[in-house]
């Protein structure tokens, strides 16, 4: 080689440096929603749809967003959701994945290999939703606290939930080694994971901050959820159904135990349950319990030992107000009722309830695009907090969705062919996912962040994510 080829080569080493160098530090400051990734469309499908491996070979290759169909059928059976396209283990390639098609067993997978690759850019788990998830009655039937709770215990410190993503976009670095988790699918699950809706909302605090609000749906059913006042915001932990009824009352004492009346469904007849509040925020109910006629029961402790109730209900022939004393027996779950009288007492107001400085009410409005029917609550110091399952997943907005899932949507997603929607997400700072990504030719300007594929490893997709500077 001659000195002035050798000069030349040295001159280009130099360059290819400083270009290594300078991409680097690109990669430092990009901003997450100006960067593209590798990804995958049914990541779990492996080889039996596409070509993809097992999702340790994908994240090993780069693929920095992995989707999962998920299923609940058979929750309250296994204590867990299940992996598959149009049912539990359609489509699942099980060759280097687990044997079994449970989601935790998939999503622990995800975690060890994230938590060996501490420096890799930020993960997207998105799990689409196959089945409505609103029509689990409980945590213990696989509802949307239960889908939290587990993306919590087996992320752990790794998962940066929707709730506290940045209000300043962050960079790619700054997200290393985090995972970020996706609800798509079933548009039932994902609008109900924003905001919850009923009518005739009641709710109690007790000195230890925990909190029962109780709703009837508006067609007779009647929910409750359960919360942790912290810090003048409500958390909201477990949610579930109760009963059938209507305009439902609740009381409850520093112990955590409470009783909740209501009326029938189709009479007036009046019940009332007694329940007990644990730990995890998840109510133990008794039987329900007729105990007199009416219409628009109220109840409340009057004992500092939370045992002594009084009740107070309108007449259901006319305007008079009736009232009941009651002693709480925990042992037997039950109360006994004495003392019925007319009273020109008002009934209690069943929207607000205070203990100490801490005091919450709840009431039903739209919050922007969501319905008018949408639970809020008020604190002392905050107002018009949605009452909602933890924002523990993002919640994507799909082409065709309605208003209120768009509504602080960071991400949007559209089959790749639906390039004007892609482009426009991009250019508006959203991240855009487009799937059935398995064409050079579906590229939009700018490219989908997550362009979908089932063929991660054909020269053309490695050739235009090169292009495109895709982090890894």
Avoid: C
């Amino acid at each position: 080689m001659t000195r002035s080829r050798a000069l030349l080569s040295v001159l280009a080493m130099a360059a290819s440096a400083l270009t290594i160098s300078g991409n680097a530090q690109a990669d430092a400051d990009l901003p997450l929603a100006s960067a593209t990734f590798r990804a995958t469309h049914n990541s779990y499908s492996g080889d039996v749809d596409g070509a993809k491996k097992s999702i340790t070979y994908q994240l090993d290759h780069g693929v920095r967003f992995i989707e999962l169909d998920v299923h609940d059928n058979g929750y309250a059976t296994a204590r867990d959701y299940a992996i598959g396209h149009d049912s539990p283990g359609d489509q699942v390639d099980h060759s280097g994945n687990p044997a079994s098609n449970l989601l935790r067993d998939w999503l622990n997978v995800i975690n060890t290999w994230s938590a060996q690759h501490p420096a890799a850019a930020p993960l997207v788990v998105m799990l689409d939703l196959k089945d409505d998830l609103t029509d689990n009655p409980s945590f213990a039937a696989g509802n949307l606290a239960a889908l939290n709770h587990e993306l919590v215990s087996v992320f752990g410190p790794r998962l940066l939930t929707a709730a506290d993503y940045p209000a300043s976009p962050p960079s790619v670095d700054t997200l290393r080694g985090r995972v970020l988790t996706l609800l798509s699918g079933n548009g039932k699950s994902r609008a109900e994971y924003k905001r919850d809706i009923g009518s005739d909302p009641a709710i109690a605090i007790n000195a230890k901050g925990q909190v029962v609000e109780v709703h009837d749906s508006g067609s007779g059913v009647l929910w409750y959820w359960t919360g942790r006042y912290d810090d003048g915001r409500v958390t909201w932990l477990r949610h579930g159904r109760y009963d059938n009824g209507r305009t439902p009352a609740v009381a409850l004492n520093d112990n955590g135990d409470l009783v909740e009346v209501h009326q029938s469904q189709s009479a007036t007849t009046l019940w009332y349950r007694v329940g007990r509040l644990g730990a995890d925020g998840e109510i133990t109910w008794s039987a329900s319990h007729q105990y007199d006629n009416g219409v628009l029961p109220t109840v409340a402790f009057t004992s500092p030992a939370g045992t002594q109730l009084r009740e107070i209900h309108r007449s259901q022939s006319n305007t008079q107000n009736w009232e009941w004393n009651g002693t709480l027996n925990t042992g037997t779950s039950t109360v006994s009722w004495s003392g019925n009288a007319k009273t020109s007492d008002a009934r209690f107001d069943k929207t607000t309830s205070a203990r100490g400085t801490s005091s919450v009410h709840v009431w039903t409005g739209a919050d922007g695009p969501t319905p008018a029917q949408t639970l809020r609550v008020d604190t002392d110091r905050f107002t018009g907090d949605r009452i909602r399952y933890p924002q523990t997943a993002f919640d994507e907005f799909q082409k065709g969705d309605s208003a209120e899932l768009q509504q602080g949507a960071l991400f949007y997603a559209a089959p790749a062919k639906e390039s004007v929607f892609i482009a426009s997400a991009r250019q508006s700072g959203k991240l855009a996912r487009g799937w059935d990504f398995d064409a050079a030719d579906m590229a939009t300007t700018p490219l989908a962040s997550y362009p979908a594929t089932n063929h991660p490893y054909d020269t053309w997709y490695e050739n235009l994510l090169t292009r495109s500077g895709a982090v890894q």
